[in-house]
């Protein structure tokens, strides 16, 4: 994402609907391993290290990259990985330098965890995402 580009997503940049129903479509088809891939690319990230931030180790993702299928859990997790990464290069104006420093620091929000350490559940992801709304409208924790 770029600064002089118009601003978008990263939803619209991966190709993946935003809206409840289209998503939860989608949540039940099978997502490409090429948006891990891709979502990886955009963020300057090894795409094993944001699998392993979902519990998904090497050989399930190279199983996923070789034509494999994930299961409902692991998709979902997917989708929780591109929601914390687009509300983060929001909160830091597509910074991505900036962003992927934050997503690896230990928080006090967090209970002295990463936000890329909350990913595993809904409730933990959701906890990330209440904080990067908090510091959004300047709360301090």
């Given at each position: ?5 118009k ?9 993946l ?63 929780r ?61």
């Open positions: 994402m770029n600064a002089s580009k601003k978008t997503s990263v939803w619209d940049e991966l190709g609907p935003t809206g409840s129903a289209e998503l939860m479509a989608q949540a039940r088809s099978d997502i490409s391993a090429e948006h891990l891939l891709r979502l990886a690319s955009l963020v300057n990230r090894n795409p094993y290290d944001l699998a392993a931030a979902l519990n998904l180790d090497k050989p399930r993702i190279q199983h996923w990259i070789a034509g494999g299928e994930l299961d409902g859990g692991e998709t979902d997790g997917i989708f990985l591109v929601r914390l990464v687009d509300a983060t290069l929001e909160l830091f104006e597509a910074d991505i330098t900036v962003a992927n420093l934050w997503l690896e620091a230990p928080c006090r929000g967090l209970g002295g965890r990463a936000p890329l350490e909350m990913l595993t559940t809904h409730t933990e992801t959701q906890a990330v995402l209440d904080l990067i709304g908090r510091l959004e409208h300047g709360v301090t924790i």
